[in-house]
């Protein structure tokens, strides 16, 4: 990194300094990913596209995007838990990039937030353990009112990307399930909103360094 030297003369007392000013400027977190590598995207049906036709679901769209090979592990319906037990067989497949997406059933079936936060972290460290990288997509949390109005982050995801130092593409899914424009029902989104959430997610991992 390059460094500056700026001569500052301090008016009226006649002093000058020199200070050494670091270049930053934004620096990518990662080594961006080329066209063709592998990313897999895990979760419940916002990933599988549910509403909507398998080539308008998010992982297809982000794939003509990024020209990354995204493959769709989305199943209609997973827990926290059920994404847990896939753990294994995500990682067979070897893939440079998961892209996490998961809890909104949790909330929905009534499963206590200690015991989605515990699954959630345990797949975030299997993959770790791989030496997988991961993104966490946040969900909403859906409450009654939310069901009905503006949708907004189950604060869960924050918690568990500070504890374990994970990037979190937040507001996402809130902001495409607060426009009824944007659903097929009330917690799914239609073909427009899974091409809403993946551009905002192509952006967000270009920000983040992922892809040029």
């Not at 990662?30 to 998010?58: C, F, K, M, N, R």
């Not at 838990?81 to 998961?98: G, H, S, Y």
């Amino acid at each position: 990194m390059k460094k500056y030297h700026r001569s500052l003369i301090l008016a009226g007392i006649g002093l000058s300094a020199t200070i050494s000013v670091t270049g930053c400027g934004s620096e990518p977190q990662q080594d961006i990913l080329p066209a063709g590598s592998t990313v897999i995207a895990l979760g419940d049906s916002l990933t599988y596209g549910y509403g909507a036709s398998p080539e308008t679901a998010y992982p297809k769209v982000l794939a003509d995007l990024s020209k990354w090979r995204v493959i769709n592990a989305g199943v209609n319906g997973d827990t926290s838990a059920d994404v847990l037990a896939r753990v294994d067989e995500i990682t067979k497949q070897n893939p440079d990039l998961v892209l996490l997406g998961v809890g909104g059933n949790d909330v929905l079936q009534r499963i206590a937030p200690d015991t989605t936060r515990a699954n959630i972290t345990e797949t975030i460290n299997q993959f770790k353990s791989a030496d997988i990288s991961v993104v966490l997509m946040a969900q909403p949390y859906f409450s009654t009112s939310a069901l009905f109005g503006k949708a907004s982050d189950n604060p869960i995801y924050e918690d568990i990307a500070d504890a374990e130092d994970v990037p979190l593409y937040s507001s996402g899914w809130s902001t495409v399930l607060s426009d009824d424009a944007l659903k097929s029902d009330r917690i799914h989104a239609n073909a427009a909103g899974y091409r809403q959430f993946a551009e905002g997610l192509h952006g967000y991992l270009k920000d983040e360094g992922w892809v040029r």
